[in-house]
């Protein structure tokens, strides 16, 4: 196996494929597509459409072009935990679980399989390596696409072996310069949405895709009076206030959600806050155990602003984070992700 030879993971996107002019430059490397819908899935013209788009940019780039058939693997690590977690009452990020168990999983068996020592993404965040020859994973260069919150859980291992070429880059450097290239994919849209479920309709995709009965049940208030009826748990999150399907004559959002007893609690805006929670499942980066109490900034979504908390670690596995302010709409399943300034400490699973 060449030791400097690279694959890189092309979504037929435009940050992969400019990802994939800088890192093939002066070295053995090939684009890699990952086929993740079976042939019956209603979005496989999706797919097909993006493995047409990165095989168009490998070809402009003087590049091989492969396929890995990860469907099974996308199901079995992603899609299945995705739907157990929503039937259980939890809120989970499907993106974390497909870095970790496909795209840095499944995928980089695909690229060793092949003869390819390394892999590049188009995700922005930034990798150094400190003289110990420990990992770091840094916030990108431009703040409002850093996707470090996603890759949280990726081993030594995998870090030891991956490249983020777009890590000193901005959003608009990487279209200008894929417009330079005359890339095909230089003015594509970016991807929001939860790329199996494009329509953002978790509620009716699970009903879709599961033999658990969907039953409606009652909504209360904090004080445990019926307010109505909602039509299944798994169509709400805490923090909903639009869609809910009640009239109460003043806003209402979900505060807690019950699979035991199938109900749903609505309160106030101010009954979401909250700051003490505990987190399991946990990855470190820099080191293996926090070793004492640690003030480091943590975020509880994607799209959140990171915030001052003390940080413990209670078992090998566990962490019990109190914020300094009170964060609102913290849901169970959602990933935790711990910052020391610009890096990655660690993160896990909100419990």
């Known amino acids: 196996m060449n030791e400097n030879s690279i694959m890189i993971a092309m979504s037929g996107g435009v940050d992969s494929a400019v990802a994939a002019y800088l890192a093939a430059k002066g070295r053995r490397a090939a684009g890699v597509t990952m086929s993740l819908a079976f042939e019956e899935d209603p979005h496989r013209e999706n797919t097909l459409r993006d493995i047409a788009d990165a095989a168009a940019t490998c070809q402009r780039l003087g590049l091989p072009h492969l396929v890995a058939d990860l469907a099974v693997a996308f199901q079995e690590r992603v899609i299945t935990p995705f739907m157990a977690e929503y039937l259980q009452g939890n809120t989970p990020n499907p993106c974390v679980d497909c870095n970790k168990h496909v795209k840095f999983g499944a995928l980089i068996d695909f690229v060793r399989q092949n003869g390819y020592s390394r892999i590049a993404t188009g995700h922005y965040a930034r990798l150094e390596r400190t003289p110990e020859g420990r990992y770091l994973l840094r916030r990108a260069k431009d703040s409002t696409k850093d996707q470090t919150y996603m890759l949280y859980a990726l081993s030594q291992d995998v870090l030891s072996m991956t490249e983020f070429p777009l890590g000193d880059m901005t959003k608009q450097e990487v279209r200008s310069l894929a417009a330079d290239l005359g890339l095909v994919a230089a003015h594509k849209s970016d991807s929001q949405d939860i790329c199996f479920i494009p329509n953002g309709d978790y509620g009716t995709f699970i009903e879709r895709h599961t033999d658990t009965p969907i039953v409606a049940g009652d909504f209360l208030s904090l004080d ?31 505060v807690r959600k019950s699979v035991t007893d199938n109900t749903v609690t609505l309160g106030n805006n101010e009954d979401l806050f909250t700051t003490r929670l505990t987190v399991r499942n946990v990855n470190l980066i820099p080191f293996d155990t926090l070793r004492a109490p640690t003030r480091l900034l943590a975020k509880a979504r994607y799209r959140q602003e990171a915030a001052p908390a003390r940080v413990e670690q209670t078992d090998t596995d566990e962490l019990t984070v109190e914020f300094e302010t009170p964060q609102r709409a913290v849901c169970a399943g959602q990933s935790l992700v711990l910052y020391d300034d610009e890096y990655v400490v660690g993160g896990g699973k909100i419990h």
């Open 224 to 254: 445990g009076r019926v307010l109505g009826r909602h039509r299944g748990v798994i169509h709400y999150t805490v923090g909903q206030r639009k869609g809910l399907g009640i009239a109460l004559g003043h806003p209402a959002f979900v």
